[in-house]
């Protein structure tokens, strides 16, 4: 198993958020809950508050202490929020019989879906 793999598997197992950018895992810090970057290929990470290490120094943590992790259920997968945002806008449009709400609402997935493109441009996942 990859060792990409073998950390997405642990963020899912241990129901911690995170989103994959390209080769970068995001996820909240679990020490701080900033938002800190993963190399995918190696799973060395390192957080502003200092901390630092690899998926090991991580499942350590989390065997060692369950303290912290609702510290870090705030975190935002905007790939999850969007596809939350799209879901609603679709169940408004199903029930409205109004067709300019429908227009402004098929308005709005547009723009939410350009400035998806602009913030995680050639975001493939």
Same mark, same amino acid.
């Given at each position: !198993?990859? /060792? *990409? *793999?073998?950390? #997405? %598997?642990?963020? *899912?197992? +241990? +129901? =911690?958020? %995170? %989103?994959l950018n390209k080769e !970068? =895992? #995001?996820?909240?810090? /679990?020490y701080c809950s900033q938002k800190v970057s993963m190399y995918a290929s190696t799973t060395y990470w390192g957080c502003k508050c200092g901390r630092n290490g690899n998926l090991m120094d991580l499942k350590i943590f989390i065997e060692s202490t369950t303290s912290q992790r609702s510290k870090v259920s705030n975190f935002i997968n905007p790939r999850k929020e969007k596809d939350e945002i799209y879901y609603t806008i679709n169940k408004i449009i199903k029930i409205t019989d109004n067709k300019n709400i429908s227009k402004d609402l098929d308005y709005l997935k547009i723009k939410v879906g350009k400035l998806w493109s602009v913030l995680f441009e050639n975001d493939d996942n």
């Amino acid at each position: !198993m990859s /060792l *990409k *793999k073998a950390a #997405l %598997y642990f963020f *899912k197992h +241990n +129901n =911690i958020q %995170y %989103y994959l950018n390209k080769e !970068m =895992i #995001l996820f909240p810090c /679990l020490y701080c809950s900033q938002k800190v970057s993963m190399y995918a290929s190696t799973t060395y990470w390192g957080c502003k508050c200092g901390r630092n290490g690899n998926l090991m120094d991580l499942k350590i943590f989390i065997e060692s202490t369950t303290s912290q992790r609702s510290k870090v259920s705030n975190f935002i997968n905007p790939r999850k929020e969007k596809d939350e945002i799209y879901y609603t806008i679709n169940k408004i449009i199903k029930i409205t019989d109004n067709k300019n709400i429908s227009k402004d609402l098929d308005y709005l997935k547009i723009k939410v879906g350009k400035l998806w493109s602009v913030l995680f441009e050639n975001d493939d996942n």
